[in-house]
């Protein structure tokens, strides 16, 4: 977390949060957008937080963390945003119907459960995934050069 939070990395820190938010506030209705965001994290974020590390194994471990960062940024919004419509579940009279989600289940109060796990815990962890994925396909690309000095050939 010092690492994050220095200078070299705050800008960029700041970015992701700002166009996460925005990949978020656009994907509002379906979350295709920040789960498509982890694509843009996953190969952009490689050489900027491996810069420093030698390790292969070292520099996988950091693009894991990455992705848990941007997934557990992605689940605390969502959290404030949708969390708060989990109130809903324990009033009888709430309109599930009405609410303007998609109805994917036969019962309107099952597709509301349904779509806050979607929205909440679903679509943070497709976002880790993606991240990983595509950070992990950067590095298979083209390593950064400190990295590829120092792996050896498997």
Known sequence: ?????SRKFLLPTVLFCIFDLLAIGAGMGVPVFPILFGFVVGWVAPPIILSDILDLRRSLKACFSLAGL???FTFLVMVLIWGSFSSMLLNPSADFANFGIPM???DP???FIGWLVLMIFISPALQALTTVFSSVARLAWRMPVSVNKSSTPV
């Not at 977390?1 to 939070?5: G, V």
């Open 109 to 111: 109060k099952a597709s």
């Open 70 to 72: 941007t997934a557990c």
């Open 104 to 106: 994917i289940l036969y």
């Open 1 to 5: 977390m010092k690492r994050i939070l």
